[in-house]
Nanobody, 126 residues
Framework: QVQLVESGGGLVQTGGSLRLSCAAS????????MGWFRQAPGKEREFVAA????????YYVDSVKGRFTISRDNAKNTVILQMNSLKPEDTAVYYC???????????????????WGQGTQVTVSS
């Protein structure tokens, strides 16, 4: 029932930036933590970032700390992943995700999320 739609992917050179957005519907958005994952060819889907339901806490995988920023705009029911200083190893399909219930307390595992967007391709050229 929950719908998540990512946008903003594309091709960028090393060191460039992209801004990914995820539009959510059919959920009380402000009550849900939101996450971003990515999946590169031949690899498992990897946690990238998450933001708490209140927006006061954020979490990042070590490899993106200092380069990526997750934020949310509750008025627009969107979660954003601002990606700066991109590297070729960031190349992947990026997915936004929502837990199955509001006010969840764990946000770093695939199993913490029940709803997934279709993904948006990010390609960083070297």
């Amino acid at each position: 029932q929950v719908q998540l739609v990512e946008s903003g992917g594309g091709l960028v050179q090393t060191g460039g930036s992209l801004r990914l957005s995820c539009a959510a519907s059919r959920l009380t958005f402000s009550s849900y933590a939101m996450g971003w994952f990515r999946q590169a060819p031949g690899k498992e889907r990897e946690f990238v970032a998450a933001i708490s339901w209140g927006g006061s806490s954020t979490y990042y995988v070590d490899s993106v700390k200092g380069r990526f920023t997750i934020s949310r705009d509750n008025a627009k029911n969107t979660v954003i992943l601002q990606m700066n200083s991109l590297k070729p190893e960031d190349t992947a399909v990026y997915y936004c995700a929502a837990p199955g219930r509001p006010y969840s307390s764990s946000w770093k595992r695939r199993s913490d999320y029940d709803y997934w967007g279709q993904g948006t391709q990010v390609t960083v050229s070297s």
